[in-house]
């Protein structure tokens, strides 16, 4: 089995910063794409940004110039740096990774998902 903790997320001001972590451990050989989506309330969850291991990334429209993905291969950790947050940018985020195990299966992975509300 894989775990994934994450971290970092809270509540702060429009126009404020936060980083996400999420750490993943447990049966893993690889780990591939890793990437965060966000469900806000009454919304479907939607993809935010990903990045593969070759630290090829991807965003959605709404997060480019704001937010920035990242990863240390070592650590197995994804972090997004999130700036110039707005109200809409309140949601539960998950953290969303694809591995092969140690016996050579591939899979796909989310975390519980931590809460980011920005608020005046």
């Known amino acids: 089995q894989v775990q994934l903790a994450e971290s970092g997320g809270g509540s702060v001001q429009p126009g404020g910063s936060l980083k996400l972590s999420c750490t993943a451990s447990?049966?893993?050989?690889?780990?591939?794409?890793m990437g965060w989506y966000r469900q806000a309330p009454g919304k479907q969850r939607e993809f935010v940004a990903t990045?593969?291991?070759?630290?090829?990334?991807d965003y959605v429209d709404f997060v480019k110039g704001r937010f920035t993905i990242s990863r240390d291969n070592a650590r197995k950790t994804v972090f997004l740096q999130m700036s110039s947050l707005s109200l809409d940018d309140t949601a539960v985020y998950y953290c969303?990774?694809?591995?092969?195990?140690?016996?050579?299966?591939?899979?796909?992975?989310w975390g519980q998902g931590i809460q980011v509300t920005v608020a005046s």
């Open positions: 447990g049966n893993i050989f690889t780990v591939y794409d």
């Open positions: 990045i593969d291991n070759r630290d090829n990334t």
């Open positions: 969303n990774v694809r591995v092969m195990s140690r016996t050579l299966i591939e899979d796909t992975y």
